[in-house]
Structure formats: structure tokens, C-alpha cells
């Protein structure tokens, strides 16, 4: 007899560019995606496009995106764990206010790092998380079925899943985007100005000042939200960097230059070691951790990784014989296997070999 195959069923809410391209990937690898937006047209313009299947949730997808504004996730998350069985995400870029909001333990905070000047579905594109990054927030409730189901569809869509506290995330994506994107739009704006005085100034801008201001084309509306919900971080970061800039005015204009090239140089090393991702499972090893059947578990393996600078490029929990344990599989790279393991074995895991 045929073995009959079930297709996998997921939903997205907001079908602008990130839930347009998670559908998107999600279709072209064989799952059945149902759609909702609240723009007129959008999501039958999805259907008559092949980026989704369905208009509307169904009750027993696996897995919901909620891919909204940041001030409209609550209600959003609030509806679809309502309407559905299976586990609720989010993609928005301020995680902390939500994730203390929404106490159920089939959500788990999510924000993949991925953009583009597109916007709405034409934009979508189902290669759009190839490579990047996906943030996820588990709290010490999250049962590790609902983070591994998490981490398994993030790799699907061709990210690495990096595992922080939302506090953490919150803290941290202030730094390397929030405040990238504010220091954009305030050097544009100063450009501009300048214009009036030098018509040729816009002219003059080369590669360098164009990739420095390329996110400050983003929608206005969007970050007037995540400033407001991430306000105290944002703050917290402008004054470091305010403090910076007034350390560099002071080094420039003493001409030290002595000063000024260490500055330059610890830039550009800092530069130089950002984090390379898994590109290929060939440079992968797999390592398998013993751990107990408890939420959070799945979960501090992945802190871990980050806390050390170590890329997993894949994971799945398989449960023992025992019951009451389970195992967590992950791909590392080579050369760090070692890193990892020492790690974890000063936390109590028992890694296998």
C-alpha cells in the first residue's frame, strides 16, 4: 500500500514583504499556506501570484506568522492563538513588551534579519532569508517542541536561528539596527541641508555615503513604532554613541592622530571578525545532547551558542526511550565543535562524541 504524504499547513497574518516571502518559501517548498491582510486585495493578489493558497487561518496549520506592524502584534498574536492549535510566531523587531504580554506557551518571539528597499508583495521573495539570521525569544516556559518546531521552519526558510532573552534582543538590536537606521536618516538629512547651499553635494555622493544611507529609504511609519516600543533602549544607545562622537570631535580636532588610528583600527578589525554564518551543511558536524524533558531546555543550548559565537546550523529535538529525556541534534561547524562541547559540559550537558 501507498504511504499517503500530508501536506504541511502553515498561516500568515500581513502579507507585506516579510510574510510574503516567508509564504512565498513556505509554498515553493511544498507547504499549504493560508493567508489574511488587512489591506483590500492583498492577500487575493497573493493567491492569483502563487505566494499563498488560502485566504484566511486554518485552525490546524502547524505554525502562524504574525508579520504585522510592532504596535499591532498583540492583537494580532492574541487573535491567532484564538483562532489556532498549532505554534504562533512573530517577525517585528522589538520583542520585550510582547513577549512579557502573550503568556502562552505555544508562542515564541521571532525577528529574522532580513530586509529589502522592495516593499509589500512586490517585494516578496522567497529567497529573501537565505543566509540571514532569525532571532528567537524562548522564556523558560517555551516547551522545547515549540521552540524546535521554530527553529526547524527558520532553517526551512534558509536562516540560522540565534536564541536570546527578548530583554537581551531588545538591548542588542538597538545597536545594530535601530540606531544604524536613526544615524542614517540624521546624515541624510544633514546632506540634504548642505544641498541648499552646494547644489553639487547629492552629486558628489559616492558608493561609501550611498551604502552608509541606503536603510534610511525605509518607511517612516514603521520606525515611528519601534521607536516608541523600544524607546528606553534606543535612548540608552544614542547616549553611548552621542559620547562616542563627542570622544571622536575631541581626537579630530586636537589632531591626534595617534588617537584617531587606534580608533580606526580597532573599527576596522571589529569589522573584519563579524561573524560568519554556516553557508554549507559540508563544513557541519552533528552533535547530540542528552536533555531533560523540561520547557527552556532545547533553549539554553542555543544561548549558549550565541553566548560563545558558535553557528548551529541545524537542530531538531528527538525524544530517548527513557521518557523523560530527550535528545537535542545540532550541526555545527567544524571548527568549532570543540568550543561547543566545552561549553556545555561546564553548564552540566553531557555531549556525545
Do not use: Y
Request: glycine share 10%.
Amino acid at each position: 500500500m501507498a504511504t499517503v504524504t500530508t501536506q504541511r499547513c502553515a498561516n500568515v497574518v500581513g502579507l507585506g514583504l516579510i510574510g510574503g516571502s516567508i509564504a512565498a518559501r513556505l509554498v515553493e517548498s511544498g507547504w499549504r499556506v493560508h493567508g489574511s491582510d488587512p489591506h483590500p486585495g492583498r492577500c487575493d493578489l497573493a493567491i492569483e501570484r502563487g505566494i499563498v493558497s488560502d485566504a484566511g487561518l486554518n485552525p490546524d496549520a502547524e505554525i502562524t506568522f504574525v508579520a504585522v506592524p510592532v504596535l499591532q502584534l498583540r492583537g494580532e498574536v492574541a487573535a491567532a492563538l484564538a483562532a489556532t492549535k498549532g505554534v504562533v510566531t512573530d517577525v517585528g523587531s522589538v520583542k520585550g513588551p510582547l513577549v512579557a504580554d502573550v503568556a502562552d506557551p505555544r508562542f515564541i518571539g521571532g525577528h529574522p534579519m532580513a530586509g529589502s528597499e522592495l516593499d509589500g508583495l512586490d517585494g516578496a521573495d522567497p529567497t529573501l532569508f537565505e543566509g540571514a539570521t532569525w532571532i528567537l525569544t524562548p522564556t523558560s516556559e517555551t516547551p522545547d517542541s515549540v521552540f524546535a518546531l521554530a527553529t526547524a521552519v527558520a532553517n526551512q526558510l534558509g536562516a540560522n536561528v540565534l536564541a536570546l532573552s527578548a530583554e537581551d534582543h531588545d538591548r542588542l538590536i538597538a545597536v545594530v539596527s535601530h540606531v544604524p537606521h536613526l544615524t542614517a536618516a540624521t546624515l541624510m538629512t544633514l546632506a540634504d541641508r548642505r544641498s541648499e547651499e552646494h547644489a553639487s553635494l547629492l552629486r558628489m555622493a559616492a558608493g561609501g555615503f550611498r551604502d552608509m544611507t541606503r536603510i534610511a529609504s525605509s518607511k517612516p511609519g514603521l520606525w515611528l513604532d519601534i521607536c516608541r516600543a523600544n524607546r528606553e533602549a534606543i535612548v540608552a544607545t544614542l547616549d553611548d554613541f552621542i559620547v562616542g562622537l563627542i570622544d571622536l570631535r575631541g581626537t579630530v580636532d586636537a589632531d591626534d592622530s595617534a588617537g584617531l588610528e587606534r580608533l580606526l583600527l580597532r573599527a576596522r578589525e571589529a569589522r573584519s571578525n563579524l561573524p560568519a554564518r554556516v553557508r554549507s551543511l559540508e563544513d557541519a558536524v552533528e552533535v547530540r545532547i542528552p536533555i531533560p524533558d523540561r520547557p527552556g531546555s532545547a533553549a539554553q543550548i542555543f544561548t549558549l551558542a550565541a553566548e560563545l559565537n558558535v553557528n548551529l546550523a541545524n537542530f531538531e529535538v528527538v525524544h530517548s526511550a527513557e521518557g523523560d529525556r530527550g535528545v537535542a541534534v545540532v550541526l555545527v561547524e567544524s571548527g568549532q565543535v570543540e568550543l561547543l562541547r566545552g561549553g556545555l559540559i561546564a553548564r552540566g550537558f553531557k555531549p556525545g562524541r
